[in-house]
């Protein structure tokens, strides 16, 4: 099952623009098919080292790293920018061969450790939140749950613009991944909130900046998260499973389970979302202080200059009385 976004149809010149960027796409696309997995890797990974390092874009990286690692030298920081842009370029690359990367068979490329962590929540039977980051290749996680018996649900997608790429990269997940493809959104919270009390599992990314989120300190300088993951714990009893990608050869790949976040709630919903979500971020920190390289520094996590604003306003409305964050019964939504 796939929840798509409710939308305006385009008019006939944005049907065009769609069109041309999907050609470019789907051009892109198979000149790396036809490369095989491994070479199209490689090829990207030399694109991104070599050629994306020059983007302006990676200066916000730059940034990035420089407030996260005060510590480290311009040298170690550039390190890092580079071996970032060659990760990504091959994640970009790999987009092409989704189909090929799995657990399973003697061609398998991930790795799998801790899953007795995975094991022992689903068998709990209250539901698993998968959370994880956008490391190495981050389409991974899905592709490592939905492969073991008896972790049915679902996987939490943000749809891309051009409605013929994202309707492909929907397909590609669905055929490794798990069969329910949920958008953000409203419908998707109530997808999510039916997975989760039918004793079901979601995966889900909770590292980009959410304008409608909390602030949670993250590398020291607080940053707009998104309270989905703590909110449905608190209300379902859902367990939060950690789980971490790492790149370690090529498109080969080491995949964690972590042992589920232990969290006492307090008694106040509000205070606990906000400190549950502070715990979460806290964790995905320190997965990204393992292989800093391998995680998205040019995504603009942190609040500008002029969004600081929001984020004081948002941290003096907790102040005053909550968080703001709802979850009541499943024709509900996340706010």
């Known amino acids: 099952m796939s929840e798509t976004p409710d939308t305006v149809p385009p008019s006939f010149t944005l049907r065009l623009r769609y069109l041309a960027e999907a050609a470019a796409f789907f051009g892109f696309i198979g000149f790396f098919r036809i490369l095989g997995v491994d070479?199209?890797?490689?090829?990207?990974?030399?694109?991104?080292?070599?050629?994306?390092?020059?983007?302006?874009?990676?200066?916000?990286?730059?940034?990035?790293?420089?407030?996260?690692?005060?510590?480290?030298?311009?040298?170690?920081?550039?390190?890092?920018?580079?071996?970032?842009?060659?990760?990504?370029?091959?994640?970009?690359?790999?987009?092409?061969?989704?189909?090929?990367?799995?657990?399973?068979?003697?061609?398998?490329?991930?790795?799998?450790?801790?899953?007795e962590h995975a094991r022992r929540a689903v068998d709990a039977g209250k539901g698993v939140i998968f959370f994880s980051g956008h490391f190495a290749n981050w389409e991974v996680m899905p592709f490592v749950v939905a492969a073991q018996p008896g972790f049915e649900g679902g996987e939490v997608y943000r749809p891309q613009n051009n409605p013929f790429v994202d309707r492909w990269l929907v397909q590609q997940r669905w055929r490794n991944g798990p069969k329910d493809q949920i958008a953000k959104g409203p419908r998707g919270t109530r997808r999510i909130f039916t997975l989760l009390r039918r004793g079901k599992t979601i995966c889900l990314l909770v590292d980009q900046k959410t304008n409608e989120g909390v602030p949670a300190l993250y590398f020291g300088r607080e940053a707009m998260t998104t309270p989905a993951p703590a909110a449905f714990a608190l209300k379902l009893g859902a367990a939060l499973i950690p789980a971490h990608i790492e790149r370690t050869d090529g498109c080969h790949f080491r995949f964690r389970f972590h042992p589920a976040l232990s969290f006492q709630p307090s008694g106040d919903y509000d205070r606990d979302v906000l400190e549950l979500t502070a715990t979460i971020t806290r964790k995905v920190e320190s997965l990204v202080r393992e292989h800093p390289s391998q995680w998205l520094w040019i995504h603009r996590r942190w609040p500008t200059g002029r969004e600081q604003d929001q984020v004081q306003s948002k941290r003096a409305a907790q102040v005053r009385g909550g968080a703001g964050v709802v979850v009541e019964r499943e024709g509900s939504s996340l706010t």
């Open 39 to 115: 070479a199209a890797s490689a090829a990207g990974g030399f694109i991104g080292r070599h050629l994306f390092y020059r983007a302006g874009v990676t200066n916000r990286a730059r940034v990035n790293l420089k407030a996260a690692f005060p510590d480290k030298t311009g040298a170690e920081v550039e390190s890092i920018v580079r071996e970032m842009c060659e990760n990504l370029g091959r994640t970009v690359s790999e987009y092409a061969h989704l189909d090929r990367i799995g657990i399973l068979g003697k061609h398998a490329r991930i790795a799998v450790d801790g899953i």
